[in-house]
């Protein structure tokens, strides 16, 4: 956005002259006051605004999400204990003395479990057994059993692929893009609202300077009346319309000044100082002058830019992205289920054995039973295949055609969304063309104003008008002044809007932001 100060450095000085009391370059501020540059502004929002700080928690939220969802894929580990008695009457003097058969078991295991982001599961799993009984059938009493086993199962059609089984991680990375362009989003219309503040502040600082200067205006001509009264030259009653000008003006004045208070308090509420701020009590005095807004750019490159840097169409198309993964995910979900499994064991067993020959004892332990499973001696293996389909998978299809339908629903709301942009950039440039005519035409309007007051005070200063026409051309006069600030103001915030539009907002202002990963958001 270009602006156009030398012009306005004219107007303003001439201006400045007209009102005598508006300066034409920076000065002090008064005793209790502030400078506030509107760039100084916009940082100290940028660190303090509340909304700011929320839409920072927010898009790290996203980033937290992310990282959380990665979580499919760690190790599960467990362990697990447990001990099974017991006690049967025996049916044979074999099993069991007295008459009653005992069996103890105590089981111990561990285990490991993974899933891979291609949708296989694979598990280690270690488990001990160690068995009592007062049964003669068994050869090892206590006896020891170890195995080690690795399994896996593998999705051949439904639940196989990257974005089938990591779906959570990748819909995670699009929320933190999505949330990253909404932060982006916040951004700008929380700093554009702070620079519309800012203007307001220094349109209202200028507008109480127009009722002081015509507030001395109507004093000097309450004066020049009051005298003429005395010479003779007036009536009497030419002075109560004096006096009414004046109280008229005063009115003007404590509105004025009350509207610069206000003013000040809704710019420091919106930069975000705390209540107990000692800035609450201080007073702001705005060093930005109102430029006029110019930009020549054609409509066309101007929409371009827009469609290619607007965070909301980014927004919009990472929902679309989020889509057409759960689209792919749901179209999966209607595939049968075809399992290929697989099981490799390595077995060992000890224990406790007295040879009935020749009394040889035998005393092994676990460590015995681990020995056979780390050596590899007893090995067994599984291969299989599992298949399910339900007869007519109503779910899972009429699922995929709601995926469908929410895809289409959010790339017809994405195009949309563009012709509001395009829109929005061809209304902003209307403004700042129109904003900067009008500029010029009050301009123009305040010239020829003061030339008309000037006119008419030395036809009333020769008995050729009246007090009455005089103070017409005074509120025309104050009319015309008014006008053009507000014509600057809107020119100065017209040109912001158009950046804001075209997508350039933050870019004018030097603000560069990143999301919670420390990525530029592009």
């Not at 270690?126 to 206590?142: C, E, H, I, Q, V």
């Not at 710019?267 to 005095?285: C, I, N, T």
């Not at 607007?310 to 990472?318: H, I, N, S």
């Not at 090995?379 to 007869?391: A, D, M, N």
Request: glycine share 6%; proline share 3%; net charge neutral.
């Amino acid at each position: 956005m270009k602006l156009k100060t030398f012009g306005w450095a004219i107007a303003a000085c001439a201006l400045g002259l007209a009102l005598g009391s508006v300066p034409c370059r920076a000065a002090e501020p008064p005793e209790g006051a502030v400078n506030l540059s509107l760039q100084e502004a916009l940082k100290t929002a940028l660190e303090k605004n509340y909304d700011v700080q929320v839409q920072r928690i927010t898009r790290e939220q996203a980033d937290v999400s992310l990282k959380g969802s990665y979580g499919i894929f760690d190790p599960q580990l467990s362990l697990g204990w447990n001990s099974q008695v017991s006690r049967q009457p025996a049916s044979s003097v074999l099993q069991g003395g007295l008459g009653v058969y005992m069996n103890r078991q105590d089981a111990y295991t561990l285990g490991l479990s993974q899933f891979t982001p291609w949708g296989e599961q694979f598990s280690l799993a270690w488990d001990n057994y160690k068995t009592r009984t007062n049964s003669a059938f068994f050869t090892l009493n206590p006896a020891y059993q170890s195995s080690a086993t690795l399994s896996t199962t593998v999705p051949l059609l439904q639940g196989f692929g990257k974005k089938v089984a990591s779906l959570s991680i990748l819909q995670a990375r699009l929320m933190r893009q999505s949330a990253a362009y909404q932060y982006a989003q916040s951004i700008r219309d929380t700093l554009l609202q702070v620079e519309t503040d800012y203007w307001n502040l220094v349109y209202a600082i200028k507008s109480l300077k127009v009722a002081e200067h015509a507030m001395d205006l109507a004093k000097q001509f309450q004066e020049e009346t009051r005298k003429k009264i005395q010479v003779g030259v007036l009536a009497p009653i030419e002075q109560i319309s004096a006096d009414a000008q004046v109280a008229s003006r005063e009115q003007d004045i404590i509105v004025a000044r009350q509207s610069v208070e206000d003013s000040e308090d809704i710019l420091k509420l919106a930069l975000g100082y705390a209540q107990d701020s000692p800035e609450w009590s201080k007073r702001f005095v705005p060093t930005d002058e109102p430029a006029v807004s110019v930009n020549d750019t054609p409509e066309k490159q101007l929409i371009e830019q827009a469609l290619s840097t607007r965070p909301e169409l980014r927004q919009l198309e990472t929902k679309v992205e989020k889509d057409k993964l759960g689209s792919h995910w749901a179209k999966n979900q209607t595939l049968p289920q075809l399992n290929l499994t697989g099981s490799l064991i390595y077995n060992g067993t000890a224990g406790y054995y007295r040879n009935p020959l020749t009394g040889q004892v035998t005393d092994q332990t676990f460590s015995d039973a681990w020995s056979q499973v780390t050596g590899r001696d007893y090995k067994s293996y599984f291969v299989g295949l599992t298949f399910s389909y339900p007869i007519g998978n109503r779910a899972a299809r009429y699922q995929y055609q709601n995926y469908r339908l929410a895809q289409n629903a959010d790339e017809i709301a994405l195009e949309k969304e563009k012709l509001t942009v395009a829109n929005e950039v061809r209304s902003a440039l209307r403004n700042v063309r129109a904003a900067q005519k009008r500029v010029a035409a009050a301009q123009l309007t305040v010239k020829l104003q003061q030339e008309q007051l000037e006119a008419e005070k030395k036809k009333f200063e020769n008995g050729l008008s009246t007090s009455f026409e005089v103070l017409s051309y005074q509120d025309q006069l104050v009319s015309a002044q008014s006008s053009l600030l507000k014509a600057q103001i809107d020119s100065q915030e017209a040109g912001a809007s158009l950046d804001r539009a075209v997508g350039s907002y933050l870019k004018t202002h030097g603000i560069e932001l990143t999301d919670a990963s420390g990525k530029p958001i592009s």
